[in-house]
């Protein structure tokens, strides 16, 4: 459920709101001046903000610059009394997605949440930068899902994929069976099954086997490791 946090001095119009947000499937929390809505703003878990502007300790301006600067992704919909051309031109030069003036039909409003979460997911959708893992000549790319060797790509089953990722993320560290069980296959671990040892002789004779230098190493009685010696 998403949550929306309100920070509207008049506490009638926060709780109508509040209210009527709630009857739409959000859930909300409401804040009734600016010092405190900028500290519950910058908290994690709040999905849009709606603003205003004349808030005792803080104003709707300061917040949204101080919240803007800090979480650049979260939207905010300024709703206010102050309807000039410079008030509308301030509040969304300082980082606000809207800005509704007051008196306002309460349909516009949640017309508008609606279309800034809209916005939000379409941002979210956006390519993300790569995230790429090298040791020696072996480069995972973890968003891409692709392995290699210096210029020899390396096809991997999901399984060998997910068990190399955890390798790689925790290289120079001996892994025990347990963990690489729990974490790769989600299993409490057995030990009569030999579905740890398998599988890293799968990665080895893909990985290991036709290059140098040699990254799978074993532990005798401790585990596994990925490292360069």
Known sequence: M????????????????????????????????GLNGRQMALQPGVDLLILDINLPGLSGF?????VRAEKPQLPIIMLTALGEI??????????????LVKPFDFRE?????????????HTTDRPLAEEVWQLANLTVN????????????IDLTARE??????????????LAKMDIAETVWNLNFDPGTNVVEVYVNYLRKKIDRDFEPKLIHTRPGMGYVLKEE
């Open 2 to 33: 998403k949550k929306i946090l309100i920070i509207e001095d008049d506490r009638r119009i926060a709780q109508n709101i509040s209210r009527g947000l709630q009857q739409e499937g959000y859930a909300t929390e409401v804040v009734y001046e």
């Open 62 to 66: 300061e917040v949204c610059r101080s």
């Open 86 to 99: 410079e008030d509308k031109v301030e509040g969304l030069s300082l980082g606000a997605d809207d800005y």
């Open 109 to 121: 409003l949640v017309a508008r949440v609606a279309t800034c979460f809209r916005r939000a997911v």
């Open 142 to 153: 973890v968003t891409t899902k692709e392995v290699r060797r210096g210029n020899v790509p």
């Open 161 to 174: 994929f997910a068990l190399l990722e955890y390798l790689m993320r925790n290289r120079g560290r001996v």
